[in-house]
């Protein structure tokens, strides 16, 4: 492969035209979310996907219920009101024609068994399971730019982790979500990138 332009290029998209996306697509975006690298090839992840409109907006319902009971439930209020203000930022893939939640199971490992004390604590900070579940939704993001499909990695409705979960009813044992993302065919309009860090201040070689 000698073009990577798909990957800088790929950009955090939220809006997105009415139009939907090609099965065939979406499963081969899919599996490449499914052939990511994973420790111990544990392949610890399950991706729930939604093409109904309805149940994508009834989780972004659930997400505002549950954004409104925190802020009125606060003591805090300049901390409420800045987090209510951002509802939009949590709630944008309910206008995506697909969205996908991905679940992940605990990792285990005989190592842990054999650590303890400040070892133990540094193994679990780097949490190889966690880092299986970001490299399977990087091929996703990934996968569906170079398709061009506009996606976003969404960790911000985890406050009502709880609650979506109880809707979707996954029956899966051990299971958890940890994130989601929504894809579709970005709408027109500029789509801004933060600006990257150089190799210079991000890498060291030595």
Same mark, same amino acid.
């Given at each position: 492969?000698?073009?990577?332009?798909?990957?800088?290029?790929? !950009?955090?998209?939220?809006?997105? @035209?009415?139009?939907?996306? &090609?099965?065939?697509?979406? *499963?081969?975006?899919? =599996?490449?979310?499914?052939?990511?690298?994973?420790?111990?090839?544990?392949?610890?992840?399950?991706?729930?996907?939604?093409?109904?409109?309805? !149940?994508? !907006? =009834?989780?972004?319902?659930?997400?505002?219920?549950?954004?409104?009971?925190?802020?009125?439930?606060?003591? @805090?209020?300049?901390?409420?009101? /800045?987090?209510?203000?951002?509802?939009?930022?949590?709630?944008?893939?309910?206008?995506?024609?697909? $969205?996908?939640?991905?679940?992940? /199971?605990? &990792?285990?490992?005989?190592?842990? *068994?054999?650590? /303890?004390?400040?070892?133990? @604590?540094?193994?679990?900070?780097?949490?190889?399971?966690?880092?299986?579940?970001?490299?399977?939704?990087?091929?996703?993001? $990934?996968?569906?730019?170079? $398709?061009? &499909?506009?996606?976003?990695?969404?960790?911000?409705?985890?406050?009502?982790?709880?609650?979506?979960?109880?809707?979707?009813?996954? %029956?899966?044992?051990?299971? /958890?979500?940890?994130?989601?993302? +929504?894809?579709?065919?970005?709408?027109?309009?500029?789509?801004?990138? +933060?600006?990257?860090? %150089?190799?210079?201040?991000?890498?060291?070689?030595?």
């Amino acid at each position: 492969m000698s073009n990577l332009d798909y990957i800088f290029k790929r !950009k955090s998209i939220r809006k997105f @035209k009415d139009q939907g996306v &090609y099965h065939k697509d979406l *499963e081969r975006i899919l =599996e490449c979310g499914l052939n990511a690298p994973s420790a111990k090839n544990m392949q610890n992840w399950h991706f729930v996907v939604i093409e109904s409109k309805d !149940k994508i !907006k =009834e989780i972004s319902t659930i997400v505002k219920d549950k954004q409104e009971k925190i802020v009125n439930e606060s003591q @805090k209020d300049a901390l409420a009101k /800045s987090f209510q203000s951002k509802i939009r930022y949590y709630t944008f893939f309910e206008n995506a024609p697909v $969205l996908v939640l991905v679940y992940a /199971s605990s &990792y285990s490992s005989q190592i842990i *068994e054999l650590l /303890s004390a400040d070892d133990l @604590k540094r193994f679990k900070k780097a949490d190889p399971g966690i880092q299986n579940i970001g490299a399977a939704i990087q091929n996703i993001l $990934l996968a569906a730019s170079s $398709l061009g &499909y506009g996606t976003c990695w969404m960790t911000g409705p985890n406050f009502a982790i709880k609650e979506i979960e109880e809707y979707v009813a996954l %029956s899966k044992d051990d299971f /958890s979500l940890v994130a989601m993302t +929504p894809i579709g065919v970005p709408a027109e309009g500029r789509h801004p990138s +933060p600006q990257k860090e %150089s190799i210079n201040e991000k890498v060291t070689f030595i």
